[in-house]
């Protein structure tokens, strides 16, 4: 389980669209992070140049000690679309993992050592699918094959485990038991874990730590207990919650002269808590 290391890392893509900005991070061996942000942030760009889908502009990324480059099979990854083959069982498509690390020659003739087996039999059961390892794929539930999406990156044997979005499609329960069966994974592989995610109460119930991006800047960097409704705010709407702060302290910020405008949700939604609890 590696350290991963952003060093200056920029991504920019065409003339001027800046993914990534000056991006320094170090995430420690067996961390389980969950980047955060607003759409175009920058979360899916920090996840591919991980795993060599896209390179960075200027700056190194580093994983245990190695720049990223085209052996990729010590990076896991779980996508929001699943990617099974449907018509394959949970058990066929979990043991695909092994496909990077025995080429895809030996695969396809159906070379699977006894190990490999063992391991997708493994994985299927760490995500609590052992008793459907013979299901067709296409027949799951979203969460099921989510699940066996999970179980197939663990048959990759990989030190770094990413998942973009894996819980975007998911009602909300189906949403946890997938967080769930993927933290306990990462425990039992002793796997680095980096995962976007949109739902903020489940990453809260899951993250150990948390990267809050915007526009391409990572301007948030804590734990838990730091991702308060102010980090929030910041985070998914950036100057409009300062101008929404401002107005909740002081009153009409000075020199604007005018009081929340029309797009101020966030005054609305802040404002009328004077009459709540502390008082009571
Ligand atoms: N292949 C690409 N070509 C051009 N621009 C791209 C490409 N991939 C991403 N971008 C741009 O880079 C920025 C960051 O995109 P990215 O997909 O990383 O955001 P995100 O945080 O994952 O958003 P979402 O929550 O919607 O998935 C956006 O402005 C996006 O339009
Ligand atoms: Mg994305």
């Not at 955060?36 to 390179?55: E, F, H």
């Not at 993927?182 to 990453?203: F, G, P, R, W, Y």
């Amino acid at each position: 389980m590696p350290t991963v290391e952003f060093d200056s890392v920029s991504k920019v893509y065409g003339e001027d669209t800046v993914a990534l900005d000056d991006i320094d991070i170090t995430i420690e061996e067996g961390e389980f992070v969950i980047l955060l942000g607003p759409s175009g942030a920058g979360k899916s760009t920090m996840l591919r140049v991980l795993n060599g889908l896209t390179q960075p502009t200027t700056g190194t990324v580093e994983i245990g000690g190695q720049r990223v480059g085209d052996n990729r099979s010590e990076v896991g990854m779980v996508f929001q679309e699943h990617y099974l083959i449907e018509n394959m069982s949970a058990f066929a498509n979990a043991l695909s993992g092994a496909l990077s690390r025995n080429g895809i020659f030996r695969s396809a003739l159906g070379f699977h050592d006894r190990e490999d087996k063992l391991r997708a039999l493994e994985a299927l059961d760490t995500v609590g699918l052992l008793k459907e390892a013979d299901q067709r794929a296409g027949s799951m539930s979203g969460g099921q094959k989510q699940r066996v999406g999970i179980a197939r990156a663990l048959v990759q044997e990989p030190e770094l485990l990413l998942a973009d979005e894996p819980v975007a499609s998911l009602d909300p329960k189906a949403a946890r038991d997938v967080m769930r069966y993927l933290k306990v994974a990462a425990q039992e592989h002793d796997l680095t874990t980096i995962t976007s995610l949109h739902q903020v109460n489940i990453a809260r119930e899951f993250g150990d730590r948390f990267l809050g991006l915007r526009d391409g800047e990572v301007i948030f960097d804590g734990r838990t207990g730091d991702l308060t409704m102010e980090v929030m705010d910041e985070i998914y709407y950036g100057e409009d919650a300062e101008a929404a702060d401002i107005l909740d302290d002081d009153g009409p910020a000075a020199g604007t002269g005018t009081g929340p405008g029309p797009d101020s949700d966030l005054v609305e939604g802040t404002a009328p808590t004077g009459e709540g609890g502390e008082g009571a």
